[in-house]
């Protein structure tokens, strides 16, 4: 056999485990990771705010971001559609789901965590309207501030976030006592 030859070989060989290796470790961890990431991307206590930061606005009319923000909160399968109510500054959240396909406490939670998140990346927002199939369930800002005991604004800083939202909704009581705390009733 050549040099050529050996040479030729040899790199085919290098190419076939290069192609097992990649195809059958890497690329499989690989999408077991983003199934995972998806996966936590829908639980409020797992949940990537990082994400989601760069759909901070001043202005709540602004529908595309509005859009692309509740587009990677948890529930995001469940969306059904907007409706912004400018004077007011309240937007409306349809979602198609009944309150019993979910367990409460963490329908709670996840309704909780994306208010907070909406009034904390959209400045003028001050009123979330979620309409499940079954229900109409009103967030205020003010409330919501309240219950943070901080300005929202403040929440951007992942860090201050996660101590004050996100650990305060572990705990099923304090959760269901977060949302019962900010839901306008008036």
């Known amino acids: 056999m050549s040099v050529k030859n050996i040479w030729i070989v040899s ?5 076939l485990i290069g192609l097992v290796v990649v195809e059958g470790f890497i690329n499989p961890k690989i999408a077991a990771d983003e ?9 409020p206590l797992t949940h990537d ?10 202005y709540m009319g602004n529908f595309s971001n509005l859009s692309h923000l509740n587009q990677n909160l948890p529930l995001h399968e469940r969306l059904d559609g907007y409706e912004l ?5 309240t937007a409306q959240i349809h979602y198609s789901l009944n309150t019993d396909e979910m367990d409460a406490v963490q329908l709670d939670r996840i309704l909780v965590y994306n208010a907070l998140a909406n009034f904390v990346l959209i400045d003028n927002l001050e009123q979330i309207v979620y309409q499940l199939k ?8 003010e409330l919501a501030q309240q219950w943070a005991g901080t300005e929202l604004k403040s929440l951007q800083n992942v860090e201050r976030w996660d101590d004050v939202v ?3 909704l572990v705990e099923p009581a304090k959760a269901q006592d977060a949302f019962s705390q900010m ?3 008036s």
């Open 183 to 185: 839901v306008d009733q």
């Open 166 to 168: 996100r650990q305060r």
């Open 85 to 89: 109510f400018p004077e007011t500054f």
């Open 11 to 15: 790199l085919f060989i290098i190419g």
């Open 134 to 141: 079954d229900t109409r369930i009103v967030l205020g800002r």
């Open 35 to 43: 199934v995972r990431y998806e996966a936590e991307q829908n639980d």
């Open 49 to 58: 705010f990082i994400a989601v930061t760069p759909y901070q606005n001043a």
